[in-house]
């Protein structure tokens, strides 16, 4: 395998990795009121850096699927639209929580055995 | 900001109108909150340069309009395969039965010009209509099993004990490719039933020259015909079933009497001399000795067909003996 299309698979790969994770960071982060830009922001000082052209659509159907509520306000003399997490999306983050926690443990475990041996 | 009002501009051209001033205004306050603050990093108003590696990093307008749409496709991943399948299993017979009802329209139809042309344009007419109606009828069948999950169930009670029993592994004479081979058949078959009414099929333009000349085909032609026409269709009645059937014990004895066969005729044919003969009586000596060098040339040919044809035969019979020879003693060794 050449590694241009080493790198093409891994990045394949990375993207599909790190499409579920940005959804539950995106959920996580909104437990604090943002608006686009600065969650962007805040999320990329944590490390997670996302594309605003992923990050800002993705907040329209998160609001959509009723996960996420948001409203116009004016901040330093310009309307924004804030968003922050609803009632169903915190009960639906829990569960994501949960799950992602049983396979970041799983993936642990496997690891660990795959050193032992 | 004359470049971020052209953006959104170009953005909006490819949103649905509804919500599309909301986006546009979300887009507008995120974008100018990335051009202030890197203005307050710079510690001046931002070049126009500067502005469009903003823009440049936010996407092409397309592309951004498109992902604030809903997913969009006629045919999802679930009923996909489902498709696939349809279409892959259809297809061939799809084929087959417009390639022979057209000879059997050219055969019993009035003369026809142009029969090539028409033929593939014919097919290729057939096979769109076969493709849309499918796709159609599959975004259907997609639309609904969205709206009415429910209803629309896809094997949601299937039983993994009502699948069909494990089949013994001979795949070794079966065709590689059972569907082109089906393709084939059909169309040699057509072209069987075609080239009596038009002879230039089987001689290309040498029919034309032989007409000219009043030289046709010996009534020794026309006594096997009706059976190598019958066997074609049964052989294209049972590469028919071989799509469905991956075991096909019948197919080597059906080789070899297909063989049998071929070559009963062939013995036959060598038995007769003439092969085309003048419509009409000729005293003409030149015409006379050109139809007997024809001739000839004809009964050489099938000579070493007939050969070939032997060989061929003797070696599939011993193969099937060495098959069965091998398959009994691997019977034994497991006994």
């Known amino acids: 395998m050449t590694s241009t299309i080493q790198n093409e698979l891994f990045d394949s790969l990375r993207l599909e990795l790190r499409r579920g994770c940005l959804i539950v960071a995106v959920l996580a982060q909104l437990r604090v009121e943002h608006y686009g830009y600065t969650l962007r922001k805040a999320l990329a000082d944590e490390g997670l850096a996302i594309e605003e052209s992923t990050l800002y659509p993705l907040l329209r159907r998160l609001e959509t699927q009723g996960l996420l509520t948001s409203e116009w306000r004016e901040e330093e003399k310009r309307n924004k639209r804030f968003y922050k997490l609803s009632a169903e999306g915190a009960s639906i983050l829990t569960q994501l929580l949960v799950e992602w926690n049983g396979i970041n443990d799983s993936l642990h475990r496997i690891l660990k055995e795959e050193k032992e041996r | ?335």
């Open chain 2, 1 to 335: 900001m004359d470049l971020l009002e052209r953006y959104l501009q170009a953005v909006g051209k490819y949103l649905p109108a509804k919500g599309k001033a909301d986006t546009l205004a979300e887009l507008r306050a995120n974008l100018l909150a990335q051009m202030d603050d890197k203005a307050e990093a710079l510690g001046r108003p931002l070049t126009e340069e500067e502005v469009a590696e903003v823009l440049r990093g936010h996407g092409y307008p397309s592309i951004v309009a498109e992902r604030y749409r809903p997913r969009r496709q006629l045919i999802g991943p679930e009923i996909f395969p489902y498709y696939w399948l349809t279409i892959r299993r259809a297809l061939p017979f799809v084929v087959a039965i417009t390639v022979v009802s057209r000879a059997v329209e050219l055969v019993y139809g009035p003369p026809q010009t142009h029969i090539i042309t028409t033929s593939i344009l014919r097919l290729f007419s057939v096979l769109f209509y076969f493709f849309g109606w499918m796709t159609l009828a599959f975004a259907a069948i997609e639309f609904f099993h969205l709206r009415y999950p429910q209803k629309v169930t896809l094997h949601s009670d299937w039983d993994p004990r009502k699948l069909a029993k494990i089949e013994p592994k001979e795949k070794s004479d079966l065709p590689k490719h059972p569907i082109a081979d089906l393709i084939f058949s059909a169309v040699f078959t057509a072209w069987l039933l075609a080239f009596p009414r038009y002879p230039y099929l089987l001689f290309g333009p040498g029919a034309w020259y032989l007409s000219s000349i009043s030289l046709d085909l010996a009534p020794v032609w026309h006594r096997f015909y009706w059976a190598v026409v019958a066997l074609n269709c049964l052989q294209l009645i049972f590469k028919s079933i071989a799509l469905f059937r991956q075991v096909q014990p019948w197919r080597k004895p059906m080789k070899i009497v297909e063989q049998i066969f071929g070559l009963s005729v062939l013995v036959l044919l060598l038995r007769v001399r003439d092969y085309v003969v003048y419509v009409n009586p000729v005293t003409d000596p030149s015409r006379l000795r050109f139809a007997e060098t024809l001739n000839a040339v004809i009964h050489q040919g099938l000579e070493l067909v007939a050969v070939i044809a032997t060989i061929k035969l003797l070696w599939d019979i011993g193969q099937i003996i060495v098959g069965l020879r091998t398959t009994r003693a691997g019977h034994v060794a497991l006994i």
